[in-house]
Each structure stands twice: as C-alpha cells, then as structure tokens.
C-alpha cells in the first residue's frame, strides 16, 4: 500500500506536469501577430486566406479591419507615439516615405532573393520607398479610369472612346441620366477625406491645369484652375449623381456601379475584378473601360497608388512579421488566390509576372489598359506647371494628411449646397495657409 504522503507528492507532480502542459502547449501561447488593415475587398480575401499561413507558420493573425479615413488616424497616432498595438499595418505610397523618413518603420529590403524585387513595378516600388529603401511592399498598385455601361451607351446610340475628355463625360451624363429608373449619369467620390474626395479631385483639378502649390508653397486654392475644376465636379454630381452622394467613398460608389446604378464611374483600377465578377456584380457582362478622362492637359489625370503592407519599429515581433508579409505579397500568393478564388479576384497592379499569365489576361480584358495606366502615371510631374513636391492625388508632405482632409470637408459643403464653390475654397485656401506656415522658409 502507498503511504499517502507519497500519493499526495505523486499527485502533485502530475498536477505539476499538467499544468506546465497547459502553459507550453495552451492555443493562446502561439506566437501572435496583430495586424491593422482597411476594410476594401483585397484585404478582406487576404484575412479569408490567412488560414493558410498560420498553419504553416503557427502564428496566430489578430485583425483590425477599418474604414480607410479612420484607419489613417489611428495609425498616425499609434505610430507616433510609438505603441506597440499593431505588428503589421497597411498604408500606401503616401505615408511609407514620410514615415520611413521619420524612423517609424522597418526597413522591408531584406526579404530574399526569392521574393523578386525586380518584379515590381518600377513607379509602385518607388513610391513605397524613401533614398532607395523600401519600407512597404505592395500587397496591390492601382491607377485611376472610367467604368461604364456598355449597354446604356449603346441604347442611346453613345460611343465611349478609349480616351474620354471631360466634356464628353458631362455629355454623356446629361444624356444617360435616368433616376426615375434608379440609373444616374454619374458616380464619383463624395466623402471627404484627402484619400477620398481629394483623390479624384486631385485629378480633376491637375487636368484642368492646376496645382496644389506653387514652388514657393503658396496654395493655390482659389486659382482659376480649382474653381473651374470644383465648379465642374458639384455641378456634376449635383445634377447627374446619385442621391447621397455627398457620403459616397470608394467602397459605395462600387457599390452602386456593381448594382447598375450609375452609367459610369471614374475610380480606381483595382475594382475592376469586382465589377467583372458575376457573382458579386449585376453588370459584370456589360461593363466598359476607358482612360481617366481629360480636361486640358494629361498630366496627372490619372493617379498611381499601392496599398502595401509595412512592420512598425515598435513591433517587438518583426521577425515573424516579415514572413507574414512576405507571403501575402508574394507571386505565389498572387497565383493562390486566382487558382482559389478566380483569376479576377487577384490582388493587380504590383508585379510585372501578373501581366505575363495567359489565364488573367483572357480572364481580365482590362488588364492592358492597368498596366498602361500604372506604367504611364508619373507622380514626379503632377502638374503641367512646375510644383516643389510628388504624389498625383495626395501631396507627399508630412502637411497634407491635415490639409487634405481639411479641404475635402470645405468641397463637401460646396457639394451639400452648405457654400458656394468660392466660399469653400477661400475657407480651403485659409486652412492650408494655416497648416503650410513656416514650410517655405524651411
């Protein structure tokens, strides 16, 4: 017989060994990576095939999916005060410079030879870079063009060409108008926000002719250029839009295009795969593409974006960051996700190799007219006149995250009927004197 001080010590070393077990080998001991990313349909696949690498790794992914304007403000006050909240964030060819520049990043050029830099797109590996070094990798690249309904052209006996001018937008618009049948001439951004409303309008106000700022960092809200440009934009939403418009980002702009709402819409590329989805789209088999349309010159009519995805120096996990973002950017992920899913479902616009496989280019007939737009958008020269800074639809200054924003509020009211187009951009032109003081002196 066992004497039981004995059976007592047994027992607790099995109580031991069992509770070490749990501590080594419990679920929620995995390594973890948190990771913040924007609530767009890329990213939104990326999570659903996430599975994939924390099974090959072990690594647990925590994500936090926000809107795109929220999701800017919580980074930029993560980052710099230098919490260690997020192991991975998305942000695109605007804040990886600036915040490479500023230390808050880790440097992503180290990713072997086997990730394939030289794939990249040149414009889209440069603007994630700041002195050579990257400090994003681009999960997607995109450009700006026009969507629409080929079979609403063809009705009203309309012919889009391949390169639209504005006027034959309003044109078109006017005459495919149709709100007693929920169709509207037009869809375009309204929400304010500099990676919103400011984005196309970024555009519109480059190829009417105009610029953000002179060389010596006077803004140039109130020049004849921005007034022409906004002017066009409220009337034309305000005449052909939808009803709302006014809250209209990306996301509900595709939207309303996907559910045969809007005769056309001029926005991002890399919604194009959505649009052609039939399972996701009313107008996949009837949907059209062109060029950005032009007003009075080509420069920066059309934008070149990435969104990439980047490790904050406050990390402590950088190491298994890195291999998260190297699968998720990889030529590998790209195939996985068009072998799984469907050719237009792949994240577009990054790679070169993209462009060289026969089933996405059979399955994406817009796929040339992307890379032409990515290839040809030069974000050094955003302006036919001559400006002291890069970046087609954003402005790469530390500045224009507050000015930006600030100004697409002042247009929104424009838009709302709240002010005028010359009460809001003598606001617009106040608020960016505001936050640009000191800059030309520095």
């Known amino acids: 017989m066992t004497h039981p001080n004995h059976a007592w010590k047994a027992l607790g070393l099995v109580a031991a060994v069992a509770l070490l077990a ?24 990326l999570q659903q095939l996430s599975p994939e690498f924390e099974k090959q790794s072990g690594v647990k992914l925590n994500w936090v999916v926000l809107g795109e304007n929220i999701l800017r403000q919580r980074l930029t006050i993560d980052l710099s005060t230098g919490s260690n909240t997020f192991d991975v964030i998305t942000i695109g060819s605007y804040e990886a410079p600036l915040w490479g520049e500023r230390g808050w990043l880790v440097a992503l ?15 889209v590996r440069e603007g994630l870079s700041y002195q050579g070094r990257m400090y994003a990798v681009p999960f997607y690249g995109e450009s700006s063009f026009t969507y629409y309904r080929k079979d609403l ?3 009203a006996g309309l012919e889009m060409p391949i390169q639209p001018s504005y006027e034959q937008i309003r044109e078109f618009a006017q005459k495919l108008h149709d709100p007693e049948h929920d169709v509207y001439g037009i869809c375009l951004r309204g929400e304010p926000g500099w990676g919103q409303n400011m984005a196309y309008l970024s555009t519109l106000v ?5 610029r953000w700022f002179d060389l010596d ?3 140039q809200l109130t020049s004849p250029a921005w007034e022409e440009a906004v002017s066009f934009y409220v009337n034309l939403l305000r005449n052909y839009g939808p009803p709302g418009a006014i809250s209209d980002g990306h996301n509900e702009n595709r939207a309303l295009f996907a559910n045969g709402n809007c005769a056309m819409w001029v926005d991002a590329t890399s919604a194009a795969g959505y649009i052609l989805d039939p399972s996701q789209s009313r107008v996949a088999s009837t949907t059209g593409f062109a060029k950005a349309p032009i007003a009075r010159v080509a420069n920066g009519a059309a934008w070149v974006w990435a969104w990439g995805l980047a490790i904050p120096t406050s990390s402590k996990r950088a190491a298994l960051a890195k291999q998260f973002v190297k699968w ?3 030529r590998h992920y790209i195939e996985m996700v068009g072998e799984r899913f469907g050719w237009l479902r792949i994240p577009p616009g990054s790679r070169k190799s993209t462009y060289e496989i026969p089933t996405y280019l059979q399955a994406a007939p817009f796929a040339p007219l992307v890379r032409e737009a990515i290839l040809h958008a030069d974000y050094t020269k955003p302006s036919a006149l001559s400006v002291p800074y890069v970046g087609i639809q954003y402005v790469g200054i530390p500045e224009f995250q507050a000015i930006g924003t600030e100004v697409g509020q002042e247009i929104n009211a424009a838009l ?6 010359e009460q809001a951009l003598a606001l617009a032109q106040a608020d960016a004197e505001r936050d640009l003081e000191g800059r030309a002196h520095q």
């Not at 929620?28 to 990576?33: A, C, D, Q, T």
């Not at 709302?416 to 187009?421: I, M």
């Open 22 to 45: 749990r501590i080594l080998y419990h679920p929620m001991r995995r390594p973890e990576l948190t990771i913040a990313t924007v609530n767009n349909a890329d990213m939104i696949l």
């Open 109 to 123: 050029d180290d990713l072997g030879a086997d990730y394939a830099y030289d794939d990249i797109f040149d414009v």
């Open 153 to 155: 052209f063809q009705k």
């Open 206 to 210: 480059n190829t009417f002719g105009g």
């Open 217 to 219: 960092w006077k803004p």
């Open 328 to 330: 998720a950017t990889s």
């Open 416 to 421: 709302a009927g709240r002010a005028t187009v």
